[in-house]
């Protein structure tokens, strides 16, 4: 009687061996994993230094300009008004009397459509800034009591404490690059093999497309992002005519701007606030088509980089000038928006939009080709505004006044910020891009004064209709 071989037992040595194999795997590949993660956090510290860098150094560029040119020139210009006799510069004084008087004529006759006398313009201007920035350095050191010199001066003191501030900054993110040890880390994970250069490969390909490009706006000087997450407004009409021609009909306009990358902006209400009272109803349809034979559907445009792309209003509010626009679009560096309601006086701010005052024409010659392009071809509302009403116009100013409005909650930022119809729904930026307002009203009788509404104040109704909004 044959017995079955019996299948030999791993003894007690051989179990304990092999758990001491898989434990040495797993000590390996834990090791791996512990110095990717510390790769990784080291590429994201130095990813954060660079930007802060880069900002940093941009922000000195600002100051240092402010510093040597603005604050003299707007000194200067304070002289001027004051008509103050300083016989050392007597000479530079009636230059810039002068040179305005020859500014003034240019100007007028550019103007009129003379380009000749609009590049002269120009060259004067610059002469005049030139002049300002001497006077006002003299003005400083010889008349330190002149009326409302006082207020510039803090100002370019406060300026010159931020440079002293913003240097620092500098050389503590300069000295903390040279010390990293981001080299020295990926090259000990050589020894892990191909395998762990493939892993960190793919970390370092993934950091660096985190930190190729910022997600966010980050500077009011940079006009290709800006240009990108700005969009002009139009409401209108899509009509098809008796004859089957099809006709794109504007009727209003605005500014909206990117808030998040996958197709939402903001803007003012009544931007749109016609256009919604013609969704809510066919009656007016009915009529045109009984009438006229016409059949007409309202609109929204939005018109980015020049790309002409429909618009869904997705939310207009009850209590504040604001509307939320989405469009098939992807924004590839939207805008952040600001927590902070009140500003300090003397805050620069920009605001930025397309005001319609970029399609009144240089001369009758532009105006006569820019009839004949609309009329040649009405399907397409790209054809009836200039090449130049796609680009953004940004002014500059200062926070006068934050104020809260009597009778209600609405929070309001005063400035000096020049703008003008077609602003309207148009974004109030600081320095670093980020919106701290919503530019909403100019008011006619008092020149300089402008008004756009803070954010905070409809944080929540944005929440509630958008996910991914940057605050800061």
């Known amino acids: 009687m044959s017995a079955n071989p019996e299948k030999p037992s791993p003894s007690k040595d051989e179990g304990q061996n092999t758990s001491s194999a898989g434990n040495t795997v797993a000590n390996v590949l834990g090791g791996v994993v512990q110095t990717l993660?510390?790769?990784?956090?080291?590429?994201?510290?130095?990813?954060?230094?660079?930007?802060?860098?880069?900002?940093?150094?941009?922000?000195?560029?600002?100051?240092?300009?402010?510093?040597?040119?603005?604050?003299?020139?707007?000194?200067?210009?304070?002289?001027?008004?004051?008509?103050?006799?300083?016989?050392?510069?007597?000479?530079?004084?009636?230059?810039?009397?002068?040179?305005?008087?020859?500014?003034?004529?240019?100007?007028?006759?550019?103007?009129?459509?003379?380009?000749?006398?609009?590049?002269?313009?120009?060259?004067?201007?610059?002469?005049?800034?030139?002049?300002?920035?001497?006077?006002?350095?003299?003005?400083?050191?010889?008349?330190?009591?002149?009326?409302g010199l006082e207020a510039l001066v803090e100002r370019w003191d406060s300026t010159a404490q931020k440079i002293t501030q913003a240097k620092e900054i500098e050389q503590k993110l300069v000295a903390a690059?040279?010390?990293?040890?981001?080299?020295?880390?990926?090259?000990?994970?050589?020894?892990?093999?191909?395998?762990?250069?493939?892993?960190?490969?793919?970390?370092?390909?993934?950091?660096?497309?985190?930190?190729?490009?910022?997600?966010?706006?980050?500077?009011?000087?940079?006009?290709t992002a800006l240009q990108e997450a700005l969009a002009l407004v139009v409401c209108g009409f899509r009509v098809i005519t008796e004859e089957g021609d099809l006709v794109e009909v504007p009727f209003s306009r605005g500014t909206g701007f990117a808030v998040s990358s996958n197709g939402h902006l903001l803007t003012n209400k009544h931007v749109v606030e016609e256009i919604v009272k013609y969704s809510r109803t066919d009656t007016w349809k009915q009529k045109l088509k009984k009438n006229d034979n016409l059949d007409a559907e309202e609109r929204v445009w939005v018109f980015v980089g020049g790309e002409k792309l429909s618009a869904e209003i997705v939310y207009v509010s009850g209590s504040l000038d604001l509307a939320i626009l989405k469009v098939d679009h992807k924004f590839e560096r939207p805008f952040r928006l600001s927590d902070e309601a009140d500003l300090a006086r003397a805050t620069e701010v920009s605001a930025v939009g397309f005001p319609g005052a970029s399609s009144v024409a240089y001369s009758q010659e532009e105006n006569v080709a820019a009839l004949a392009r609309s009329m040649d071809d009405r399907s397409d509302l790209s054809k009836q505004f200039k090449s130049r009403e796609f680009d953004f116009v940004m002014t500059s100013g200062t926070v006068g006044l934050c104020s809260r409005e009597e009778g209600s909650s609405r929070h309001w930022i005063q400035h000096n910020a020049e703008i003008n119809p077609g602003n309207s729904g148009g974004p109030l930026i600081t320095d670093d891009g980020t919106v701290v307002g919503i530019n909403t009203q100019y008011i006619q009788s008092a020149a300089g004064v402008y008004r756009s509404f803070s954010m905070p104040q409809v944080k929540q109704e944005i929440s509630e209709h958008i996910k991914a909004v940057r605050w800061k």
């Open 177 to 223: 690059s040279q010390q990293r040890s981001f080299k020295k880390k990926a090259l000990a994970l050589a020894g892990f093999g191909v395998t762990g250069g493939v892993i960190l490969l793919i970390g370092y390909l993934f950091i660096s497309s985190m930190f190729g490009t910022p997600s966010y706006i980050s500077s009011s000087t940079d006009e």
């Open 37 to 147: 993660k510390d790769v990784s956090k080291e590429a994201l510290d130095e990813g954060a230094r660079q930007t802060q860098l880069l900002q940093t150094r941009s922000e000195l560029k600002k100051l240092r300009t402010n510093l040597e040119k603005r604050i003299p020139r707007d000194i200067g210009a304070l002289a001027i008004q004051a008509n103050v006799e300083l016989p050392s510069e007597a000479e530079t004084i009636r230059e810039l009397e002068q040179r305005q008087k020859s500014f003034d004529l240019a100007n007028q006759s550019g103007i009129a459509g003379d380009k000749e006398k609009a590049n002269e313009a120009k060259e004067l201007a610059i002469g005049i800034s030139e002049l300002q920035i001497k006077l006002g350095q003299a003005v400083f050191e010889q008349r330190p009591t002149l009326d």
